[in-house]
């Protein structure tokens, strides 16, 4: 029996199938250059001073201001039920409300005051030209009319003194 023949160096990948397909670039073909520099050295935070714990009472007192926002936003939450509130809050919105239509107003955005006066003044402008435009038009227009209606009239008075030639 024979022995198959096996090499005993590495085995190469074929031209189809790359060593690392993960480094190999799909547009070009060509390995990705892969950094390993780490921008932070080892040692960057050495030199810091340690964190400082805080110190009981510290977290007691933030506890308790942290307790007491949410109280108080428990409070509002539900105060807002309450007839005698509601009624102020929905003067409040109402208040908020025109506050904000007033800023967008006086604002430099499209909705401004500024910005619209800028549109219509190019609308009146583009109205101006086409009123101008349009009383141009009627004056000639009344000038040909009146051209046309007199050659009419000569047109029919000729043909009308043609056939009382031909009948007479």
């Known amino acids: 029996m024979q022995k198959a023949y096996t090499s005993r160096a590495p085995h190469r990948q074929p031209d189809s199938q ?15 250059e892969i950094v390993l520099a780490n921008p932070f050295p ?10 400082q714990q805080r110190s009981p009472q510290e977290l007691i007192a933030e506890t308790e201001a942290k307790l007491a926002r ?9 105060a807002k039920t309450n007839p005698a509130v509601a009624e102020l809050y929905e003067q409040l919105d109402t208040v ?4 904000r239509e007033a800023q967008k107003g006086l604002g ?4 401004s005051f500024d910005a619209r006066i800028e549109k219509h003044e190019a609308w009146i402008v583009k109205i ?41």
């Open 96 to 99: 908020n409300k025109d506050i």
């Open 18 to 32: 790359p060593a690392w397909p993960e480094y190999l670039c799909t547009v070009h073909g060509h390995f990705l």
């Open 128 to 168: 101006e030209s086409q009123r101008l435009d349009a009383q141009e038009l009627l004056g000639l227009a009344e000038a040909q009319k009146t051209a046309l209606t007199s050659e009419i009239h000569s047109v029919i008075s000729s043909l009308v003194s043609k056939e009382s030639e031909l009948s007479a």
């Open 70 to 78: 949410l109280q108080l936003r428990q409070a509002k939450q539900q």
């Open 42 to 51: 080892l040692w960057y935070n050495t030199d810091m001073e340690k964190r």
């Open 108 to 111: 430099d955005g499209p909705q």
